[in-house]
């Protein structure tokens, strides 16, 4: 079993940065993804970035894409996102979440342990 434990998120003004973290323990395996998702209210989860756990390939969302970094801290156990050019459009949950299976596609049924989830909110 993955246990992941998020922290971070909060109220940013649009433009601004922040950077949410997600602590992985319990058992993982390097050919893990990982994977940060978002769900605004009365709308489906959506996938933002992935990153394999053991390559360090990163993959993106094209409405984040420049703009968000997804990496990961072996020694801590964790798994960052970091947030530039925040926009109003990106308010939602954010939710961290890992699978085992590497290919197919990143809609958010394909993985299997997830956060709790955190809450961001961009202020125009």
């Known amino acids: 079993q993955v246990q992941l434990v998020e922290s971070g998120g909060g109220l940013v003004q649009a433009g601004g940065s922040l950077r949410l973290s997600c602590e992985v323990s319990g058992r993982t395996f390097s050919s893990y993804t990982m994977g940060w998702f978002r769900q605004a209210p009365g709308k489906e989860r959506e996938f933002v970035a992935a990153i394999r756990w053991g390559s360090g390939n990163t993959y993106y969302a094209d409405s984040v894409k420049g703009r968000f970094t997804i990496s990961r801290d072996n020694a801590k156990n964790t798994v960052y996102l970091q947030m530039n050019s925040l926009k109003p459009e990106d308010t939602a949950v954010y939710y961290c979440?890992?699978?085992?299976?590497?290919?197919?596609?990143?809609?958010?049924?394909?993985?299997?342990?997830w956060g709790q989830g955190t809450q961001v909110t961009v202020s125009s």
């Open positions: 979440s890992a699978r085992a299976r590497s290919g197919g596609s990143y809609y958010y049924t394909t993985f299997d342990y």
